[in-house]
Structures are given as structure tokens and as C-alpha cells.
């Protein structure tokens, strides 16, 4: 065996290992962190051109990703109680924040005479709220349907 081919061959097996991914993504996620407090658009185009390569990564190994990111398939990560408490605890917190931005609208759109600057904002949080609940119902009759 040829000693080149054995070091690209080891390149690409840390290349398509889960910790060069998660590497790659704090250090995306430092980009974006160091862009936006520099205020530099380079350095946010830089980590967004990092993402899409990332994206595209993740997209060929699609079919491996649980293998990359769990290596021991008999350790069980997850149970239903497990998976029935986080879908209980997303949705009270999606109700919960619906009904917050509702009413900070409302009261935002109360409060026109005093403060009309505000108003934009009041309707953008409306118009958030009535995304949010169509997204919901949507989500809810494809799955309804699927399961």
C-alpha cells in the first residue's frame, strides 16, 4: 500500500467522521457569533458558505448520519416516554408563546394613540401569531394524515 493513499485515506475517514462535523459546525457557529459582533458581512458569507457545505456533507452521508453521530447502535438514546414528554413540552411551549405574542400585539395595538411608533410591530406580531397557528394546524393535519 502506498503511503500517500494511506493518508488520504485517513483524511477522509476524519472528513466523514461525526466529531470533523461537529468541529465544523461550532466553528460555523463561531463565525456567525464573530460576524454579527464585528458587524463584517464577509465573515457571515463565510460561515454561510460553510453551512451550504455543510448541508451538502450531511446530505451525501444522509443514510449513515445515525451511525456518524451515535458510532454504538445498541446504546439506546431515546425512549417513548422520552420522545411523549418532549412533544408535550414543545407544544404547551408553542401555546405559551402564541398566546404571549397575541397579547403583546394586542396590547401594542391598545396603546396606538399613546405610542404609534409601535404599531408596525403590533401588527408584525399578529401576523407572526396567525403564521404560527397555521404552520400548527398544517403540521397537525399532514402528521394526522402520515400516522
Same mark, same amino acid.
Given at each position: 500500500?502506498?503511503?500517500? /493513499?494511506?493518508?488520504?485515506?485517513?483524511?477522509? /475517514?476524519?472528513?466523514?467522521?461525526?466529531?470533523?462535523? !461537529?468541529?465544523?459546525?461550532?466553528?460555523?457557529?463561531?463565525?456567525?457569533?464573530?460576524? %454579527?459582533?464585528?458587524?463584517? =458581512?464577509?465573515? =457571515?458569507?463565510?460561515? =454561510?458558505?460553510?453551512?451550504?457545505?455543510?448541508?451538502?456533507?450531511?446530505?451525501?452521508?444522509?443514510?449513515?448520519?445515525?451511525?456518524?453521530?451515535? !458510532?454504538?447502535?445498541?446504546?439506546?438514546?431515546?425512549? +417513548?416516554?422520552?420522545?411523549?414528554?418532549? +412533544?408535550?413540552a414543545a407544544t404547551m411551549t408553542l401555546g405559551?408563546?402564541?398566546?404571549?405574542?397575541?397579547?403583546?400585539? =394586542?396590547?401594542?395595538?391598545?396603546?396606538?394613540?399613546? &405610542?404609534p411608533q409601535f404599531l408596525q410591530a403590533g401588527y408584525t406580531l399578529l401576523?407572526?401569531?396567525?403564521?404560527?397557528?397555521? %404552520? &400548527?394546524?398544517?403540521?397537525?393535519?399532514?402528521?394526522?394524515? !402520515?400516522?
Open positions: 500500500m502506498n503511503p500517500k /493513499s494511506g493518508i488520504i485515506l485517513k483524511m477522509l /475517514s476524519i472528513f466523514e467522521s461525526g466529531l470533523f462535523l !461537529k468541529i465544523l459546525s461550532v466553528f460555523i457557529t463561531g463565525l456567525w457569533i464573530a460576524g %454579527l459582533i464585528l458587524g463584517n =458581512i464577509y465573515i =457571515i458569507l463565510l460561515a =454561510i458558505i460553510l453551512l451550504i457545505a455543510l448541508g451538502v456533507v450531511l446530505y451525501i452521508h444522509r443514510d449513515n448520519l445515525k451511525e456518524i453521530f451515535q !458510532k454504538d447502535s445498541s446504546v439506546i438514546v431515546e425512549d +417513548e416516554r422520552t420522545q411523549l414528554i418532549n +412533544e408535550k405559551i408563546l402564541i398566546a404571549v405574542i397575541i397579547y403583546a400585539g =394586542i396590547i401594542i395595538l391598545a396603546l396606538r394613540d399613546n &405610542y401576523v407572526v401569531a396567525i403564521f404560527c397557528f397555521i %404552520l &400548527y394546524f398544517t403540521a397537525r393535519v399532514y402528521y394526522t394524515r !402520515k400516522y
